[in-house]
């Protein structure tokens, strides 16, 4: 069995050791962990029982930067299984934290899409949202239930995005199409864009 060598506090973090083995670095753990398991220099340590105290504590320290990535604002279920990964925590402890958050409620892709929803929405159409959602990790199912949860207006939101885009432009039927492209670009649908610019074709 492996020998604990030499169990040596961190000099920039002091709630932290670094841990060798027959001599050699092994990992850096808590000195709280170090202390619970009772790990000391000249201990002869089984490598299962070993790897199963790293992995227990590389679970408690992910989650403790978790739940302070997720603290400033909402994140979706992948965010913060990439935030860790990226950490270099292992898939399965990402994995791990982001169920223990889902079971307190810190995560919840739904409540997500719901506020960026509602933050967005006045400047885009659903199909763009939904893109942008779904690249952060967010099933088809969450979003259509978050928009089941607000009010919307996309035919106005559209008007207002068309009218914000338009100011201050000579009204043709060149521009008007560049505005239809632009809609459409915004995630607006064809229907949206085409209500959004009726007026401003009337007046062509």
Do not use: H, W
């Not at 227990?56 to 992910?62: G, R």
């Not at 400047?123 to 089941?148: F, P, T």
């Not at 915004?186 to 009337?202: H, I, V």
């Amino acid at each position: 069995m492996p020998t604990i060598t030499n169990i040596s506090v961190q000099t920039k973090n002091k709630k932290r050791c670094n841990l060798f083995l027959d001599g050699e670095f092994f990992c850096a753990m808590t000195v709280e962990t170090v202390m619970l398991n009772r790990l000391k220099v000249g201990m002869e340590i089984d490598s299962e029982e070993l790897n199963r105290i790293v992995f227990e504590n590389q679970k408690k320290e992910a989650l403790i930067k978790a739940t302070d990535y997720i603290s400033k604002n909402l994140k979706t279920k992948r965010q913060v299984k990439d935030y860790l990964m990226q950490k270099g925590y292992s898939e399965q402890v990402a994995y791990y934290c982001v169920d223990k958050l889902k079971e307190y409620d810190y995560i919840n892709d739904q409540e997500y899409s719901k506020r960026y929803i509602e933050s967005v929405s006045k400047g885009q159409g659903r199909r763009l949202i939904e893109y942008k959602l779904m690249m952060k990790g967010v099933k088809k199912q969450d979003i259509s239930s978050a928009y089941l949860d607000v009010e919307i207006d996309d035919k106005e939101n559209a008007k207002a995005v068309a009218q914000k885009y338009l100011r201050n432009k000579q009204i043709d039927k060149q521009t008007i199409a560049k505005a239809y492209r632009y809609l459409i670009g915004r995630g607006f649908s064809y229907d949206e864009a085409t209500y959004a610019l009726a007026s401003f074709k009337e007046n062509d």
